[in-house]
């Protein structure tokens, strides 16, 4: 039988990438995802985030504690800060005061929580508590190091039909959040996600974009820092302040 390598490599090419493009458009959809805009009014619908696309709701029903606020008004403008960015939720009351999520038994997701201090309080006192992931420590945050804004990630592996994000004061400083992401992931996106937690440390990519990359360019869309280059590529320097 007469063989045909070019036609057959064309083949295979088509097909890894038609299953390639199906693959994306599949992770690309926001079912099971949580994004919640911490501090929206209730009586505020659903948005669509100017940056990503993606919509985000009130965090009311999902804690039953805190006080809502709003960063300062000069700073609550898109060039300044995107829409996500501008209320929080603050805990003056409690030491440990826990976001309630459902989630599917048995999945990884990718969680990730995001600050802005923006000065709501007047006080110009940057806050420092810690986060919790349940009952366990999962970061310290501390505003005053951070002082344009933070977030942190971890990759959990859930064991039940709920999990909490719990913030825990620490000192005089009220804990707050600006805005708390879920994002289901393939179970094979990380092998290792077996019976333990991965906290992000750092993520790049090579790029010469000015921005990062988010959903929908990272299908999962986990936040990832550019690569700056100095002096002959002996040093790199990654910014871990939240660029929005």
């Given amino acids: 039988m007469e063989k045909h390598p070019r ?4 083949c295979a090419f088509i097909c890894i990438t038609f299953f390639s493009v199906l693959h994306l458009v ?14 929206l009014s209730p009586n505020e619908p659903p948005f669509n985030d100017s940056k990503t696309g993606l919509t985000y709701s009130t965090d009311d029903g999902f804690v039953q504690t805190g006080k809502t606020g709003k960063i300062q008004k000069e700073l609550a403008v898109e ?8 209320t929080l939720r603050y805990f ?23 600050f802005v201090y923006g000065n709501y309080d007047g006080l110009n006192m940057y806050p420092r508590f810690d986060l919790h992931l349940g009952p366990n420590f999962w970061e310290t945050i501390d505003m005053s190091f951070w002082t344009k804004g933070t977030f942190q990630e971890i990759i959990y592996k859930t064991t039940s039909k709920f999990l909490q994000v719990c913030l825990v004061k620490t000192g005089p400083s009220n804990p707050m959040i600006s805005s708390l992401e ?4 393939n179970n094979n996106t990380y092998n290792n996600t077996q019976s333990v937690s991965l906290r992000n440390l750092r993520r790049h990519y090579f790029s010469t974009a000015k921005h990062n990359l988010r959903y929908q ?6 936040i990832k820092f550019k690569i700056w280059f100095m002096g002959k590529l002996s040093q ?8 929005v």
């Fill in 182 to 185: 879920l994002r289901p992931l």
């Fill in 26 to 39: 599949e992770a690309q959809d926001q079912k099971g995802f949580i994004s919640l805009d911490c501090g």
């Fill in 217 to 222: 360019s990272c299908p999962f869309d986990s």
């Fill in 92 to 114: 003056p009351d409690g030491k440990r005061n826990c976001y309630t999520l459902n989630v599917t038994e048995g999945t990884s997701y990718l969680i990730t929580a995001l």
């Fill in 79 to 86: 060039a300044t800060y995107r829409k996500i960015y501008w």
């Fill in 7 to 10: 036609a057959l490599r064309l």
């Fill in 236 to 243: 790199l320097e990654q910014n871990l302040e939240l660029i």
